[in-house]
Every structure is written in structure tokens, then in C-alpha cells.
């Protein structure tokens, strides 16, 4: 046989694969990488990840238990388990059995397995996290996009979740609420959640609420949809939003009884997937979940400085002329340009995808394009997450302002400068 011989292979790709793109908040996070590498001033607003440190003492707990080596059982270690439900029912008056607690390696997986496990639509609103839906569409699930409004803060309303489920009453769905929101920074009323739990309980709709940010509801002020909807509820968290700690993949879901059965089959999923999450990590989230004066300290501080900065960049972005909601907590801006759209278009950019590219090739500034998150391409939004700023060092430096005051503008420029000169020449290539 010629060795030389050219040989190609079939190619067989999956169909629901084909033409995928890496996620968006990846892909703009490697390409700010490599400009910055090739040497370009980059301002990295494209993916959230929490500028600030893992706590000390979560991070002891890790050195602590860095020699902890075997499987753990697939739900997760009991210990953690029990610090999971406890932490639920103390801060978002969830009443949790550790059985029903399932961890995993990051709340992203867990919802791949979800959308894997159950058999349903897809329901998401519009705009809403890059990957739900195309984790949908490599399951081959049927997606159905929910539009929101600027009007009623980017939220889902309970009119359009009921006009949507009686096209087909009796169809299965899978709706998943993220507040507050990724990609706009706002969140819900008690009042809003539970008129939405009145509509997913009339036509018996699963229910997965993505609350990965409550814990940086800028007030301290989160409330949860599971209490309104508890037999149908599935609550969706983990360390890397709260904890800063991204990279550690672990997240959490948190299951009421009457969905018992479907914890049981994600786990059997589990168990021929990613067998068990790293055991050290285990162990060291069983402290991050437990708390105390350490933890809430950080956090408030977390909190002052990003409610700060975030009414500070959405100020400067609305006195320059976008339309934008102001953030309830996260650590994102969902700026609408249309004001500019003649501007711009004058320049060759007609959608959201061009907008968000000239102005990395202009500016050296990475933001995401709100088509993206699944708004109409011509559509001139767009997602900031202002997280590029040294968060260990601003966390130092609140500490010397008195009280509840939060940090004024010398000290954002002097410890979350990136994000203010970021947001500076947005405006000025807006409007120049």
C-alpha cells in the first residue's frame, strides 16, 4: 500500500453541530487575548468573569483539602450537599433536602444534562445567555424565543408567557429565567416572579431559574421564583459569580421533590459523562456555602463597588446618547445606539455583529453584539461586562470608605480605570 497515498476520510459531523460556532463570550475572550499578545490596547468587556479574588478562607479550604483524590459520589459530596440546602433555606427561603441537590462541574453543564434529560420545547427570552440555546440545538430541541421589551426592562411578562403556552397548552416546556439578567444587569420584582410562577403553574411548566448573580444583587436584595413555584421549580447557582471563582467549575442545582425523578435520571446522565466533580473543589465550596462574617464582608464590598461602577458607566453612556436600564446587580450593561444608527451607518455598519467589531478594531474595546443574545442583528445593542479592573485591589480600597457610602468618581478612576476608559471611548467613537 502507498503510504503517500492521499487519503481522506468521510466526513459524518453531526447535524446539529454543523456550522456551530465557539461561544461568544469565549471566542471575543480569546481574540482580546491575542491582540493583547500581539501588543494592542485592549479593554476586555466581553466576558464575565468576576474581577474579584475566591476568599481567603475559601481558598484555605482548598489548600486544606488539596490532597482529597477520589471519585466523589455523582449528586456531589454529602457534606456539601447539606451546606447547599442549608444556604438556600437561609438566604432564598428555599425549603431544600439535600437529596435534591445535585452538583456538577459548573451550572453550564448541569444545563446541558437538563436540556439533554427532559424531553421538552426550549422556552428563553429575548435577550438572554449565549448558550442556552445553542446547547438546545446540539440536543436537537425545539427553541422558542420569548422578545422583551426596553420598556419593561428586558424582563419576560407574564401576558407573553401565557399567550405563548396556549398556542399548545398541553406541550412540554422547559422555560429558564436568569435574573438578574445576563446580559442587562436588571432583575424582577417579587411581584413580577410571582405573577410569571402563576403562569409556568397553570400549564405545568418546568421552570429552571438561573440566579447564578443573586448573591450580587447590588442591594442585597435578591428574591428567588422558587417559593411561587416550588413543586416546579429547579434553582440553577454556584461559586463563579459570587465567589469569583470561574475557573473552579462547580455549580448547582436544587430540585423540589415533585422533580425527584429528573435529579435521578441527570445523575445517571452523570455518571457516563463527568462521573463526579473535582473533589477538592467539593470540599472547598462546603465553606463558601456555609458563610459567615468573612464571606458577607466580601460580598458587601463586592456589591458597593459594582454598584458604583455600573450606575457610573451606564451615566456616561446615557448622557452620551444611549438608550440603557440602569443595573440591579451582575456586573453587565445592555446599551441600546439606535440614537446613532444614521452615524453609523453612514460608516458601513448596519448591525449589531459590525458595530461590535469595528470598535475593537477602532478602539481596541471588546464588547459583545446583542444578537449574540438573540436580539434582531440590526438591532445596535450590545453587552458590556465592566469586570476589567483589578478586583483584589478595589476590594482594599473600599475598605476605607466609611459605612454603606458608595465609592465616588476619583476612586473608580483610580481602581476601575480600565472600565471608565472603556466606556470614555465608546462615547467618543459613537459620537465623533
Known sequence: ?????????????????????????????????????????????????????????????????????????????????????????RNFGI?????????????????????????????????????????????????????????????????DLEESCTMDPGRPRLLILNYPLNPTGTTMSKEHLKELAEVADKYRVVLLSDEIYGKIHHDGEHHSIVPFYPEGTIFSGGLSKWCGAGGWRLGVFVFPRSLRWLLKAMAAVGTETFTSTSAPIQYAAVRAFQEGPEIEDYLKKSRRVLKALGNAAARKLEEAGARIRYPHGGFYLFPDFSAFKEKLQARGIKTSVDMSRRLLEDTGVAFLPGSDFGRPPEELTARLAYVDFNGRAALEAVEGIPGDQLPDENFLKTHCGNVIEAIDRINEWMTG
Request: proline share 8%; net charge negative.
Open 1 to 89: 500500500m502507498d503510504k503517500h497515498r492521499d487519503h481522506v476520510l468521510n466526513v459524518h459531523l453531526n447535524p446539529n453541530v454543523s456550522g456551530l460556532k465557539p461561544s461568544a463570550t469565549v471566542a471575543t475572550n480569546d481574540l482580546s487575548n491575542e491582540l493583547k499578545r500581539q501588543g494592542r490596547d485592549i479593554f476586555k468587556m466581553g466576558l464575565g468573569q468576576s474581577p474579584f479574588p475566591v476568599p481567603k478562607c475559601v481558598t484555605e479550604a482548598l489548600c486544606e483539602n488539596a490532597y482529597q483524590k477520589d471519585y466523589l459520589p455523582v449528586k456531589g459530596l454529602r457534606e456539601l450537599q447539606e451546606a447547599v440546602a442549608e444556604h438556600h433555606r
Open 95 to 159: 425549603d431544600a433536602d439535600p437529596d435534591d441537590v445535585l452538583i456538577g462541574p459548573g451550572s453550564k453543564e448541569l444545563m446541558f444534562v437538563l436540556q439533554l434529560t427532559y424531553f421538552g420545547d426550549l422556552v428563553i427570552p429575548s435577550p438572554s445567555w449565549v448558550s442556552y440555546a445553542p446547547q438546545a440545538k446540539i440536543i436537537g430541541r425545539h427553541i422558542q424565543f420569548l422578545p422583551t421589551q426596553f420598556e419593561n426592562d428586558w424582563h419576560l411578562t407574564p401576558e
